[in-house]
Nanobody
Framework: VQLQASGGGLVQPGGSLRLSCTAS????????IGWFRQAPGKEREAVSC????????HYSNSAKGRFTVSRDNGKNAVFLQMNSLRPEDTGVYYC???????????????WGQGTQVTVSS
């Protein structure tokens, strides 16, 4: 069972990226899926989450209005569209599962490899 985040890269401030979270060994439709960011020397922090059944979405204050989380159960994937990127968005982005969009990072499971996002001119 594993989640794989992909789609990261180097982008200039103000640019956009679309991250994908694909699953093997589990059905994303059965879980809330959270997106998290870990910057160098900092703790992992929650960025966004999409709930399991109602598709309610949640965002950190810094992500609100700029990021959009969505799911495509047919592709067994969840996406994070990131617009108006800022240097402080730089970090490794991970996705993980939970039964609900818990406020605690530690409640999430099935962490896979992350994808590096670097916002720099």
């Amino acid at each position: 069972v594993q989640l794989q985040a992909s789609g990261g890269g180097l982008v200039q401030p103000g640019g956009s990226l679309r991250l994908s979270c694909t699953a093997s060994g589990l059905n994303v439709a059965d879980y809330a899926i959270g997106w998290f960011r870990q910057a160098p020397g900092k703790e992992r922090e929650a960025v966004s989450c999409i709930s399991r059944t109602t598709d309610n979405t949640h965002y950190s204050n810094s992500a609100k209005g700029r990021f959009t989380v969505s799911r495509d159960n047919g592709k067994n994937a969840v996406f994070l569209q990131m617009n108006s990127l800022r240097p402080e968005d730089t970090g490794v982005y991970y996705c993980a599962t939970d039964r609900t969009c818990s406020p605690s990072v530690r409640a999430f499971d099935n962490w896979g490899q992350g994808t590096q996002v670097t916002v720099s001119s």
